[in-house]
């Protein structure tokens, strides 16, 4: 891999960078442990590898904030460079990620750590039992070590902010206050007229499909996408994901049921979109944070962009449509291509986030920053959230949940510590559509190809070198996300209407 | 896994244990890399990786040379303990391994390192060209360092005494020049025996066997003699090997050609013989160095005890047969179990050590034994070697090499550093026999569970706790290999002599 240690960078950066480098192969090592954790190690192995991640775990940190590497860190700061520059941005995100972690006493993170494994452990028996109060006593121990967590960071406006800020830098309670109330009506107005329609047929979407064909015919879409398969793996896992050892090995997982291809799919559409965005970082990053997206919520944006405003168009499927029937004939000979995007297309209240639609998944997400953030300050008791979730969910969606396991306790993220990742995903659902309106203003690209080529340029090679707010700003003259051109996007997809 | 830090040592070897648990950790770690390397890593990862190992590599190297830790290991070793307890024994291995490492000076090491990747990347040139012309001169350097390294140890008998003791624990030129003679004319004598014997027809070993379900009876045969796939895999490289990620995670590899499938399963079997070791060692000993075989003869001599000794023996498929018949029944149901012994059991000079017969095998190192230690005592020259293998070979086998590929350059061993490791092979071959006279003085075990658990209460279990001619003076009452039982089980399988 070319990476830092050989690229033209500042030479005065040299020792700091090197230093870098180490750290990212250290997570690296990191990330491949934690690949082979969820896609081929034997079960007995569980707590053997728990013990090697924990080991590396304290040595990076160890690293991270070596004396002799922050003092590197404030030196290259003290460097003049041109404002617009790589080094400036390099040096913006080493000093923001270095004074989190200094802000930190060591033995609060080591604590914090061990609870976070203690919650979702606590949290995967809940789950198996279906039983949120298997897990309320563990996730109080651990919201409190939260809060003690966010109290280190007095300058934020709230503890929530403080958390926020942790997953999407700059992200404020105060942004969401402007994005959730119109997005949460738009929402409600679109899924009402929606639902007053008549729904689409996808019955043939739950026919046998054979697992080892769903699979081969994934891996034939990804590459036609642009997926670089040199340098990337597609496995099985229980819950798909992307991760990646640098920018030359980038990993997908989806899952298969046989009677849900769509599943499958949509699941690797969506991890390709991210793994393409690492794919297409530029190589002089190599080695360095700038390696990376520019946030969680651009990442999800790519993905979402890629899962639904691209991979549920006619102009995305009239590309693969004549394969995926050539691959399953009994199940799709008779069902016309329009009749498919219908299918895909289809709108319907359900329980579960994951496996939502795109107009219901976002009043799923506004559910969940509600409540979690009326649980980091204090003002709903972890007891009361399952009545909580419930009572919330049956106003948004009309239905009830029947259990913890398909309500509360459907998403491992604040069993494990997760509190204030949810809105990224919604701010990525949003920023897709702002870069959609941007980028392709003048109708969606007939291949993927055409857009691959389009974002790559515009977004992915920059990687992390912006921070978000003020990339959003260069690529679409706003710097906050805005719900307006996502419901745009949605009525027009969802009820025709004229853009 | 349970491991060091909570098992019952004697509590002042605490903090050393916990350094010694870290340290398996990061070799853990290492060893996940390297299997993700040859298993399922892209092409195009890599240089990355090569950096993400050597990252880890320094860090371990340094971890293992900290001062702090080797006044541990003095402190340790200043303690009154049981000669025969498992704390001496885990003093004794970390003394061993600190004295060892503290001789090498740290640029030494570096510089070696260095050369063996750069050798290890001219080999591979040249393999592929069969021209070893294009990596003489890489390994010339490389034996040079090699010789710099081997004078760091002065109290070694020779250069090659001091390589040889890196991977054979005592082992010497003296006990070399002692075991090879008579093994050398015993396999001589007994092979020109044998190919004056009409040779057994294996041609239904060559038609084409599915690559599948190849695969699918190795696993159902892996299992059946004992590996626990709860923590293990089994996978595909292009060399079968074997490592462990602690004694919770041993994974073995195996390789499928569709007109050979007794490489496929005689592969496994070698592999799943080391395997079984790993995994049937004392659990106390997880997360220190004694948590491995007793050497790395010992360690072959169960590989090849599985795989010849039992593996090829009508014990054995009395046992499995019957599945591999149901399995490929148009190339079997007519090759009656008698007829299949005889062919899996042909005696042939070829040219590729790993592919070789039990019998032709010993002749194949004692070349490399008798050309490495010319090579490292310098009393041939490197531009010399094809044309030394080729003359050498030809007399020992009757047959020349048409070309490097299958003569000098097709083991990795010596442009990877490896001068010394050879005589191992050998060695765990020859103690394979020794011990099959000693724990099965009545015959072969009728199944591999019987053999198994003989195996496991007389060897695995004791793991690295005995130096290897301790443990086989204990085994055997001989401190030394003796080629003697080794011919005898040889002429006896081959040519029906009586014990």
């Keep these: 891999m070319t990476d830092c240690r050989k690229q033209p960078w500042d030479p005065r950066l040299a020792p700091l960078l090197k230093r870098c480098a180490e750290i990212r192969d250290l997570n690296a090592a990191l990330a491949v442990l934690g690949w082979d954790q969820q896609v081929y190690m034997p079960s007995g192995a569980a707590a053997g590898r728990a013990q090697q991640l924990e080991t590396l775990t304290v040595i990076v940190h160890g690293k991270s904030t070596d004396p002799a590497y922050a003092d590197l860190v404030r030196e290259a ?76 960071f007095p300058e934020a406006g709230s503890r929530y902010d403080a958390m926020l800020d942790d997953y999407e830098e700059g992200l404020t309670s105060e942004t969401l206050d402007k994005i959730v109330p119109p997005l949460k009506q738009g929402l409600e107005t679109l899924l009402a007229e929606i639902m007053a329609k008549p729904a689409p047929d996808d019955s043939f ?23 670089d398969y040199t340098h990337g793996r597609l496995d099985l896992s229980t819950h798909p994901f992307t991760t990646d050892f640098g920018l030359d090995d980038v990993r997908i997982t989806t899952r298969v049921r046989r009677n849900e291809p769509a599943n499958c799919i949509f699941s690797c559409i969506h991890e390709c979109g991210h793994a393409m965005y690492q794919q297409g970082i530029a190589r002089k990053y190599a080695g360095t944070p700038l390696s990376d997206g520019a946030s969680l919520a651009f990442h999800e944006s790519q993905s979402r962009f890629w899962e639904n405003i691209l991979g549920r168009s006619p102009e995305f499927w009239r590309n693969f449509y004549p394969d995926l029937v050539r691959t399953f004939p009994a199940n799709l000979k008779n069902v016309p291509l329009e009749a498919f995007l219908k299918a895909v297309n289809l709108v319907q209240p359900s329980f579960i986030r994951t496996e939502s639609d795109e107009v219901t998944y976002n009043l799923h997400i ?8 009326a649980l980091i300050e204090d003002k709903i008791s972890v007891d009361d959230l399952p009545a909580v979730w419930n009572d919330t969910f049956e106003r948004y969606f009309g239905i009830r949940p029947a259990n913890d396991r398909e309500g509360v306790l459907q998403d491992v993220h604040w ?11 919604m701010l990525g659902n949003l920023i897709g559509a702002m870069l959609k309106e941007r980028l392709f203003a003048d109708g969606l690209p007939e291949t993927p190809h055409d857009a691959l080529s389009v974002l790559r340029d515009r977004i992915y090679r920059f990687g992390a070198k912006y921070a978000p707010s003020d990339f959003l700003r260069r690529l679409t003259g706003s710097a906050v996300p805005d719900p307006a051109p996502f419901l745009r996007y949605l009525r027009e997809k969802h009820l025709g209407e004229a853009k």
């Design 77 to 152: 700061a003290a460097m003049d460079f041109e404002p617009d520059s790589d080094e400036a941005a390099l040096v913006r995100r080493l000093e923001r990620d270095l004074r989190k972690k200094q802000a930190v006493p060591a033995e609060l993170a080591g604590r914090l750590a061990r609870q976070n494994g203690e919650t979702q452990a606590a949290w995967e028996a809940a789950y198996a039992a279906s039983d949120f109060r298997l897990c309320a006593d563990s996730l109080k121990k651990l919201l409190a070590l939260q809060r003690e967590y966010a109290d280190c």
């Design 205 to 227: 979407l739950h026919l046998d499909y054979d697992a080892d064909a769903q699979l081969a015919f994934c891996r034939r879409l990804t590459e036609a996408m642009g997926f």
């Design 366 to 373: 506004i559910l969940r920053v509600e409540l979690e953030q």
């Design 415 to 425: 069993y494990s510590g997760g509190v204030g990742y949810f809105p990224t995903y």
